[in-house]
């Protein structure tokens, strides 16, 4: 079993940053493949964001791609996802996973966190 905390999320103004964390509680964490995903009000959970086990294999979403990175450092067991130039619609809650799969749809992934929200005021 693999525990998932997000954290970093809050509210800023439109233009603006904010860089998300995702500590996992496993020693084995440098073999997941790690995502974010996010779920705005009234709407499905969506694909931001994966990076494989590596580190140098990164996909994104066309929405938020040249605005958000995502990394992981396997020290520490923690994945990242840095967001530049934040709009309105970005507003949403964001969770992370992890899983074995390519990562580019939530049946790749296994184990989920339980969200941070991010509000973006324009």
């Known amino acids: 079993q693999v525990q998932l905390v997000e954290s970093g999320g809050g509210l800023v103004q439109a233009g603006g940053s904010l860089r998300l964390s995702c500590a996992a509680s496993t020693r084995t964490f440098s073999r997941y493949t790690m995502g974010w995903f996010r779920q705005a009000p009234g709407k499905e959970r969506e694909f931001v964001a994966t990076v494989r086990w590596s580190g140098g294999n990164t996909y994104y979403v066309d929405s938020v791609k040249g605005r958000f990175t995502i990394s992981r450092d396997n020290a520490k067991n923690t994945v990242y996802l840095q967001m530049n130039s934040l709009k309105a619609e970005d507003t949403a809650v964001y969770y992370c996973?992890?899983?074995?799969?390519?990562?580019?749809?939530?049946?790749?992934?296994?184990?989920w966190g339980q969200g941070t929200q991010v509000t973006v005021s324009s």
């Open positions: 996973a992890a899983g074995y799969g390519l990562g580019l749809g939530a049946a790749d992934y296994d184990y």
